[in-house]
């Protein structure tokens, strides 16, 4: 099979993506397995790797997009492909990516079925023991993330109200409000308290907030995220994490724009949930584009796709992630993966052109149906 790797980044077009649909190294890996690969140059040039080294890795690297999605059987990127991009795609080909489609459906549909594209979101493929292997390993990164945003938002040259997060001796630390104790979350907690911040962690799981409760020996502060709650605690925090996940569905407004107008001015909202559509009312009043801004006099990062902060790193963890799935479409070929993986199944949106995923279009196909059985 022939895998193609385009750059996430056309040319003369803005764009916030660094990351590589794969690294050299995972690369290799397909080669050795039997898979050609084809990687548009410049590709990983943000990330760091640069086009000799896909070609040492034995992949081609040729100079137009068109060739890169008009060759090949299964295209691996990070962000949803364009309009534009899928119809460049040659009929019935395999697109692995973050489509995160339900904010994306509805300009995207027709293109979709039009060429038949069989669509895999990493966001919504799950194992058997329901963890989301690939959105966790984004997850894990914006958690970590967290706490080097939050400090430059803060800092008094970028607008912020001009405190350190871990406080100094007869300063207290900063106050950190986390919507929502998934991975995200709780990496967010570990990395904010690894500063001596104080952190306070939200949830509607009574469950997941007792193992957090376990795991950082009281030394986090666990709530049941109600409305009164969610209000009390934003209202005094320094920082404010929104890592709310309904995996496949838009992230529901968990703070609102009256939560943040009792925010203290020059405070900061970071909202993870920005690429599902945002969980805090005030970054989906800034519409698709995102980014950080102020808004109630507070300031907001809302960038869907925080781990290109981190290109490098976050393309070696995405790679370890993908590589088994994508090992799995050269062994097998792209239905009989889906078939017989049950995990590659779960992200499947769209089997050749064929809704199979409920919740995006009125008729959806079986696809046991569509693969034979």
Request: hydrophobic share 45%.
């Amino acid at each position: 099979m022939l895998f193609g790797i385009p750059k996430e980044c056309p040319d003369g077009e803005r764009c916030q993506e660094k990351r590589a649909g794969l690294s050299p190294g995972g690369v290799r890996d397909l080669i050795e397995a039997g898979a050609a690969v084809v990687v548009e140059s410049g590709a990983g040039a943000a990330a760091g790797f640069l086009d000799e080294v896909y070609r040492k890795a034995g992949a081609q690297v040729v100079y137009s997009r068109e060739e890169v999605f008009g060759r090949a059987d299964v295209v691996v990127k990070v962000a949803a492909p364009s309009a534009k991009e899928i119809t460049l795609m040659q009929p019935g080909a395999c697109v692995l990516a973050f489509w995160h489609m339900a904010v994306l459906w509805d300009t995207l549909q027709e293109q979709l079925k039009k060429v038949k594209v069989t669509a895999i979101g990493y966001e919504v493929i799950q194992d058997d023991d329901g963890v989301l292997p690939i959105l966790r390993v984004s997850s894990e990164i914006a958690g970590m993330l967290a706490p080097q945003i939050a400090g430059r938002l803060l800092e008094t040259e970028f607008g912020g109200i001009g405190i350190l997060l871990a406080g100094a001796p007869g300063i207290p630390p900063a106050d950190v409000v986390i919507v929502g104790g998934g991975t995200l979350g709780f990496y967010a907690a570990r990395a904010f308290l690894g500063l001596c911040c104080s952190v306070h962690v939200l949830d509607i799981s009574k469950k997941r907030l007792e193992l957090l409760d376990r795991f950082f020996e009281g030394r986090v502060v666990t709530a049941m995220a109600t409305r009164e709650n969610v209000e009390k605690f934003v209202s005094f925090a320094d920082v404010v994490v929104g890592a709310v996940l309904h995996p496949g569905e838009v992230a529901p407004i968990v703070v609102t724009q009256d939560m943040v107008r009792k925010m203290r001015p020059g405070r900061a909202i970071l909202d993870f949930s920005y690429d599902q559509g945002g969980c805090v009312e005030t970054t989906r009043l800034q519409g698709p584009t995102g980014g950080i801004f102020v808004r109630e006099g507070v300031l907001h990062f809302a960038v869907p796709n925080s781990p290109s902060l981190v290109a490098r790193s976050a393309t070696h963890a995405q790679t370890h992630a993908i590589l088994p799935y994508v090992l799995g479409i050269q062994a097998r070929g792209t239905a009989m993966a889906i078939k017989e993986d049950k995990s590659l199944r779960s992200g499947c949106y769209l089997f050749e052109g064929h809704v199979v995923r409920p919740g995006f279009g009125s008729s959806v196909a079986n696809l046991d149906e569509l693969l034979g059985g």
